[in-house]
């Protein structure tokens, strides 16, 4: 109901694209970590690096 009439929007995202925490995650990546090891290394959870990584197209330079 409250949805429908404009006035739930959902939660604010934890980072936005700019984010430097996100920007460092984004590089070990591409420099050929994995999913798990950038979590380990930048403290942001696996599931939540992963979505952000399809949600921008960020792929591994091999």
Known sequence: M???EGRYHGRKPKFNKNS???QH???L???GM???AV???TGINRITFK???EKLGITQIS
């Open 20 to 22: 430097l925490q996100l």
């Open 39 to 41: 979590s380990k290394v």
């Open 29 to 31: 990546y591409q420099s």
């Open 34 to 36: 994995t999913d798990i």
């Open 25 to 27: 995650a984004f590089k």
């Open 51 to 53: 979505r952000y990584r």
């Open 2 to 4: 409250a949805k429908s």
